[in-house]
């Protein structure tokens, strides 16, 4: 069975940081991409960041340099440290493959930037 469990979400101040996991079962994880999404308040998901089975990664531009993903493939699980947190960072945090999605999302992990 395909599951995908994020944790690691808060409330934090601008300018606050987390670190935001996600187990990963049921598939192979080790040789398939991963990627973090986030889904604001009456905007459509998006694609944050990605990660090859090799570890090599790639970010939307409005969160370089202040976000990391990173993959532990014997634990089975990614990784989406965030830093620097701005209002706009404000979503619901999901784990999914990328591009090929698994069709069941899991539960996200709330991100609120406030103060």
Sequence with gaps: Q???VESGGGLVQPGGSLRL?????????SINSM???R???????ELVATISGG??????????DRFTISRDNPKKTVYLQV???????TAVYYCN????????????TQV???S
């Design 112 to 114: 609120t930037v406030s």
């Design 39 to 45: 889904q604001a308040p009456g905007k459509q998901r």
């Design 83 to 89: 830093n620097s947190l701005k209002s706009e960072d």
């Design 97 to 108: 493959r990328w591009p090929n999605q698994i069709d069941t999302w899991g539960q996200g």
């Design 21 to 29: 996991s996600c187990a990963a079962s049921g598939f192979t994880f």
């Design 55 to 64: 570890g090599n990664t790639n970010y939307r531009d409005s969160v370089k």
């Design 2 to 4: 395909v599951q995908l």
């Design 35 to 37: 990627g973090w999404y």
